[in-house]
Each structure stands twice: as C-alpha cells, then as structure tokens.
C-alpha cells in the first residue's frame, strides 16, 4: 500500500514542520549531541570495562526536514543514563545482527561505507568501504555473514550477492554465482569479471519457474459478462501490441481473437481476489488458462472514483487503462512488483510498480516495458534473435574467442581471422546463456612480437552465430587478439579473447 | 572460493510453478528418502502453493500443522518439481489414493511432471515414485484435500487471499488489501483510502499488537511502517522481520508498539510461506 503519495507527503511535511515550531519553542530541548559512527573508539580501543549494562537500542529512525523530505536517520544506544546517538546522511540503513551489534550503512555517490558498532560498548568493530552500491538482502544475515545485492554505482544494474564476515568486514564471497577467480580475499573491489550474477533477484521479478514457451500465442476475447465498452476495447488491444512490440524477447505474443479460450473483462464482480479496493487483476494457471479483469470506469472506491483516462474528460486524476493493462499482461507473462523484491525503479525502467501512477505523474502514460522489465524477459523467454540488444538493466559476460586460418604464411599470403563472440554459458543467464551476439563491434588489436604498441582494426560481422571476420596480408609476424569493449546501449560487458601468432616465413 | 552456493531453484527443472518466489527449501518438512539416503528433494505446485513432499508413511507432514492441502478444485493442475538439473534423467509415476475407502486409487501421471490432480472428493494421499540417475528411487508424498467444486481452471482465480488480522488486547481487526500476487492472481490498487475509512484497532499505548493468518497458511517473513497519524513529534517507525526456516501463523510485533496514545496507521507487506506470494496491508490503530 504505496499509493496516494502526494496526500502522505503533504501530511508528513504538516508534521514536521510543526515538530521544528515545537522543538524551537520548548526550555530546554537542545538537539543530542550525533555522531558519525564512524567516529565512534575502535573496540580494540575500548576497554572491557566499558561494556554497559541495560544497553537499549532505539529502532532506526528517519529525519524528515519541513518539506518532509529524508534527510537523514538516527540510532539511539541508551545505556547508564547516556545516550550515543549514531547518523547517517538521507542513504543510511542499518541491519541488527544479534543482540549486541548493529551494522550501520551509508551510500555514497560511488560506494558504500559499512560500520559494523558494538551497541553494549558503544564502539566501531570495523569499517569498510566498497567501491559498489550494496543493499542488505531480504535475509540478511547468513552462517556468520552479512548478505548484500551489490550494484554498480553508476548504472545500478545488479551484480550478484555479497557475503561481508559480520567479524571482519571482509568479504567473504558471493552466493547465487560462481566466482572464476579466488574471491578471498577480497576487500571490496569486486571485479567485474570475478563472478557470475545470479539469475534471481531482477530489479523486476519473475515468479519461480519462469513462463510459456517461447513465442507462444496467447489469443485473448472479450470475458462473456464482461465485454468492454467500445471506447475501451482499443486501448486493450494496443496495450497487446505494447507487449509485442516492447518486449525485446520471445515472450508471449497477445492478440485478440473471438474464439479464444483466454479472456479479458471489464467488470464490476471481479474473482475474489480481485475484489475491494483492486483496480485491475491479472491471473494465469501455467500452461492452460489465463485471464484479466479491469474494473468500469466511475466504480467508487473509499478513496474516491475510478475514471479510465480513455473515457474522463479531463486529462489529469486518470489512470491510463493501455498503461494497466500492459502491467496485467507482464504479469502474464511472468513479471511481478519490483517492491517485492525491495526495489523502487524509475518510471522510465519498469511498467511493474505495484501502485499505478496517475496522470499526470511519471510514468502514467508509458506504453512499453521498461528496460528492467525487457531484462528479465529476455532471461526468461531469450532475446528476440542474436543482434537484439541486451537490456541495459543486465550485465551479462561475454566469451570472445580468435582463431587464425594459418598460423604460418609467406610475406602477403592471405590469414583469415575469425573471432567468435558470445553471451557466457551461464545457468545465471538462463535462455541468453551461450547465445551468439551478431552485429556487435570488435576490434582486432594486432602488434609486432615484442612490442606494447597494439594497434587497431574492426572486424566484420558477418553471420548470426556470432562470428566477426578479417582476412590480412602480413608482411611480417604479428600477434593478434580480439577485444569486445563493452558498449554503452547495452547491458554486456568487456571481453578479450587470447593472443594468437601469426608468423610470416622469410 | 570457500562460500559459493549455487540457488538450487536456479537449477530446478524447467517447471511452470504459477505466482510465488523461489522455493523454500528448508521452509517445509524434509522429503522422504525412499530407498536412497540421499534422496533428492521433490515439490508440489499448485493451488496451496509449493510444498515439498513427506515420508509416505506420514503424508500429513507434508503440510504446515499436518492439515491437508486444498486443492481448490477436481483435476486440480498440478505440478512436480526437482532440485536436479535439468540434463539429468527423470522418471515419475504419481498415483492418489483416497483415504475414505470408497474410490479407488487413480494413476495421476506416468512420465509427465505436469498433470491433474484427483477427482475424488475428500482426503486423498497423492503419492510421487521418482527416479532419477543420481539418486536412485525415492517416494514422496502429500495429504490433500479436494473439494466438490467443479474441474474448471477459471474456478482457480476464485481462490481468497488470506485475511491477515491484527490482534490486540481488545479486539482484532482485518487489514485492508493493498498490491499483492496470491498463488494464481496478482492485483493493483490505485490510491490507498482514506485512514477513516479503515476499521480501527483499539489498544493500550505501548501494547505490543500481534497478527495472525486466518487460512491456515503461513508466513515468512513481513516488513512494514507504523507511524502516528496526528502526532507531530513521532517519527515513522521501520522494521521487518524474517523466518523463513520457520513460517509462522501469527506473530508479536515486538519493538514495535504504538508509543503513545493516538492514532496511527501501520502498513505491512507479508509474505507468504509455500511461495504463495505476498500482500501489502494497511491498519488503524487507536492507542489509549
């Protein structure tokens, strides 16, 4: 229950201003002193004979300022009479591990700094800082250590899961991957290249077990009882289209047709579920049956009137009905709310939040998958063929490979190089694993033996399996390598394959 | 590396398990070993969610307190899943054998992990003979119970969501339904409504509140805020809480109390045990 934000807002910022006035006004009520927790005495610092008895840990509180707006958050460690009160900047969280610790995080533009405080000595175990976004897991701690999403700071897309040793800080590993190099140790520079994300935890879901097959037709009439009204009927039908055209992947292709087992209803007696305060529902039993109900424009609810902006006559205080009914067929499809796996995505990235904006609010009026949607479908259903790109909420590696036609040519013979470029041969990746990626760029770096001076030629590509060509005519032995720089539009990262000789016979 | 831990549900066969996370391993009692000691973990989908299978000399453990599972419907679709990757061989042959003595026992599937359920009212075991490569033979078993509704799949999106209440000294309260996905369906919301419009909880300030599930299900884990909706002074209050290894039917929201007299608004996201899902909830609460 997210919605009506504007209202909460408003009410949040009534409350703190009126919480300022009457701070300001009462005798006595300067503000506790507040510190960093970083500033806190090292525990090895500490003496055993500062451990505090009756030690209360206050819950983890969030500073509003007057437009009620996050500024901050505040621990209270209430012991013998004194307070330690811990901030943090507005990106604070903090993760109760046992009865006498608190790990106190922060991000940071470019990373994040974790504490881990000893509430009974009021002091710092450890602090760290990682070079990545980190977010604690829905289950956060596990046999001995803290458990983290990490994130690159600049685009956000999600790496894979972290283990922080609660006694150390160190990092420990990852889980839902496999690391290709030794993690350990590892002290927050997590490469790249050093594991494999895990195929669960999109920014938006799937639920277990995936979907329908690959492009499968999933035809769709209008539910008897329930047949939409002239003016609805073209948005739905759009929003089928939407889903097609969007989707960039093999999912699902909806269309409309009368004698279709799936159906679609406007209705005031939804199922069950779909009762009370719903606005729309959607329902599928793999691999037979699906269904969506949307409720008619004008249906009172106790926080107001349902209007259909297709038929309001104003352009604001609507909901988009192409906009639901594209959510109803992702979750069709198999996507589910980012909410539910505790992220909150741009308008721009997702048609999945659980709280439909209304017009004119961001996002309201979006006609296509969002880019973490696009991600998961392509996991889910593959990408539509080997030159769609690679949604830029993935990060998928890459495997390139260089092989020469000769290894050994006179002076100007003729070597065809052909490099191999594919997505990694993953399970994390599910259907993208392996596949050939066609119409990429790859260089062609080449030099003289001994030398560091690479240069640089562009290979061609030629066929959907991937494959980039160059045929040379050495004048002399050179050293040759591909590179596939990871480009910018899509979510694939760097690769290099090895170096081969090719030696040119005097 | 010393910690790397593959997510078996990342390995499972590529089964259609409808609406809900990833299997709780763990979260169910464990499977049976047959005549392996290393039998693999097998699991049921369908509408009472995923529930990994018992001893077949003791079907009802399969299920949370032992209480059969429903199946909603006859010919319910069901589903069996496997912890095994999926270029391992699998050979299942599952058969239901009603407990009243009356029907006699039906062949549900042989060879297929996809199938319908019994069409025999009432209690039924629906026993699973599972064979695979590298674990041998195994047999694992579910208590079920199917009601006398008719075998029709558009009869599944008429499942309820739990009611989840909200418990106090005096009284309890069901919560107002938010966003969610409930085994089959998924809903949306637009606005939330107004705090009047709810029901309201009495209790005492500082009365820790407790809250129950009342379908027999369970859950793993919630979070949620609770905030004053008139006391200026009072920060929100975020918490959340986790047991996935042991989903529970009502729990103490302790640390959590309404502080002072007043009222407040509590929202709570629960997540659902057996990948059943999740739901947000929305409550008033007057404390005195």
Redesign the interface.
Same mark, same amino acid.
């Given at each position: 229950m997210e919605g009506n934000t504007d209202v909460r807002i408003h009410r949040i910022a009534r409350m703190a201003a009126a919480a300022s006035l009457l701070l300001a006004l009462l005798p006595g009520a300067a503000a506790a002193t507040e510190e960093s927790p970083v500033s806190l005495p090292r525990c090895g610092e500490v003496s055993q004979a500062t451990v505090h008895n009756g030690v209360v840990v206050a819950p983890w509180r969030v500073v509003l300022d007057q437009e009620g707006a996050v500024t901050g958050h505040r621990l209270t460690l209430r012991h013998d009479g004194a307070d330690t009160t811990l901030r943090t900047g507005r990106r604070g969280f903090s993760i109760s591990v046992g009865a006498d610790r608190v790990a106190i995080g922060e991000h940071r533009g470019d990373g994040t700094r974790l504490t881990m405080v000893d509430t009974r000595r009021a002091c710092r175990v450890w602090t760290r800082t990682m070079e990545r976004l980190v977010y604690p897991e829905r289950e956060r701690v596990d046999d001995g250590a803290l458990r983290f999403t990490t994130h690159d700071p600049d685009t956000r897309r999600y790496e894979g899961t972290l283990l922080v040793n609660l006694e150390t800080g160190a990092s420990d590993g990852l889980i839902d991957g496999e690391c290709i190099e030794a993690c350990t140790p590892n002290d927050g520079d997590i490469s790249l290249t050093a594991f494999e994300p895990a195929g669960v935890a999109r920014p938006t879901p799937s639920f277990s077990g995936g979907g329908w097959p690959k492009d499968k037709a999933l035809p769709f009439r209008w539910r008897s009882g329930g047949v939409p009204p002239t003016w609805a009927r073209p948005p739905m039908k759009a929003a089928a289209a939407d889903a097609r055209r969007t989707s960039a992947s093999r999912s699902p292709r909806f269309t409309y047709a009368a004698d279709a087992t799936n159906a679609v209803a406007y209705t005031g007696n939804p199922p069950s579920y779909c009762g009370g305060s719903a606005i729309a529902c959607a329902g599928r039993s793999l691999p037979t049956y699906w269904g969506i109900w949307l409720r008619p424009h004008g249906t009172d609810y106790a926080w107001g009137t349902l209007r259909w902006c297709q038929k309001a006559s104003s352009s604001g205080g609507c909901f988009d009905m192409r906009r639901v009914m594209l959510h109803e067929l992702g979750h069709i499809t198999g996507l589910t709310h980012p909410s539910t796996a505790g992220f909150t995505l741009a308008a721009s990235d997702s048609v999945m939040q659980g709280i439909t904006p209304m017009r004119p609010q961001s996002g309201s009026s979006r006609h296509a998958f969002g880019r973490c949607d696009v991600a998961t479908l392509q996991e889910l259903y593959d990408s539509t063929d080997n030159k769609t790109a690679i949604s830029t909420c993935n990060d998928v590696a890459t495997k390139l490979m260089l092989t020469i036609s000769k290894a050994a040519v006179g002076r100007g013979g003729p070597v065809k190089l052909t490099a191999q470029l594919r997505v990694a041969n993953w399970n994390a990746y599910r259907q993208l694993a392996g596949n050939p990626l066609k119409g990429r760029s790859v260089k062609l770096k080449y030099r003289r033996v001994g030398s560091d001076d690479w240069r640089i030629a562009w290979m061609k590509s030629l066929y959907s399996s991937g494959r980039y060509e160059l045929t040379i005519s050495p004048q002399a032995t050179w050293e040759f390598k591909a590179v596939f720089p990871a480009p910018s539009t899509e979510g694939l990262r760097y690769s290099r394959s090895g170096i081969v000789k090719v030696r040119v016979k005097s | %590396?010393?910690?790397?831990?593959?997510?078996l549900?990342?390995?499972?066969l590529?089964?259609?398990?409808?609406?809900?996370?990833?299997?709780a391993m763990g979260a169910e009692p464990s499977a049976s070993s047959g005549t392996e000691a290393t039998a693999p973990h097998v699991w049921l989908?369908g509408p009472f969610g995923?529930v990994l299978g018992a001893d077949p000399a003791a079907p009802a453990g399969a299920a949370p307190a032992g209480a059969p599972l429903d199946t909603w419907i006859r010919g319910a679709?069901l589903?069996l899943?496997t912890e095994l990757a999926s270029g391992d061989a699998l050979d299942v042959s599952v058969v239901s054998t009603p407990l009243d003595g009356h029907g006699r026992p039906e062949q549900l599937s042989v060879g297929d992990t996809?199938f319908s359920g019994p069409d025999t009212t009432g209690l039924n075991v629906i026993t699973a003979t599972v064979r695979t490569d590298p674990y041998g033979t195994s047999e694992h078993a579910w208590l079920v119970v199917v009601p006398d509704r008719e075998s029709d799949?558009?009869l599944?999106?008429? +499942?309820?969501?739990p009611r989840v209440r909200l418990l106090s000294d005096a009284g309890s309260v069901d919560g &107002?339904?938010?966003?969610?996905?409930?085994v089959? %369906?998924?809903? &949306?919301?637009?606005?939330?409504?107004?705090e009047t $419009?709810l029901d309201a909880l009495p209790m005492g300030a500082g009365e820790t509140p407790s809250i129950e599930i009342d379908d027999g299900s369970a859950m793993v884990?919630w979070k949620g805020t609770l905030e004053p909706l008139h006391?200026?002074?009072i &920060?929100? +209050?975020?918490? &959340?809480e986790?047991f $996935?290894d042991a989903p529970r039917v009502t729990t103490k929201l302790t640390?959590?109390e309404p502080t002072v007299a007043g009222e407040w608004l509590l929202?709570r996201?629960v997540e659902y045990d057996r990948?059943g899902g999740?739901q947000?909830?929305?409550y008033r609460l007057i404390a005195e």
């Open positions: - | %590396m010393s910690s790397v831990r593959i997510i549900s990342s390995l499972v590529s089964l259609a398990v409808p609406f809900g996370g990833t299997a989908n995923t679709p589903l899943g996809e799949p558009g599944l999106f008429d +499942i309820p969501g &107002e339904q938010g966003h969610g996905c409930y089959y %369906m998924c809903r &949306e919301v637009g606005y939330r409504p107004p $419009a884990g006391d200026t002074l &920060e929100p +209050i975020l918490a &959340e986790t $996935a640390g959590r929202e996201l990948d999740w947000w909830f929305l």
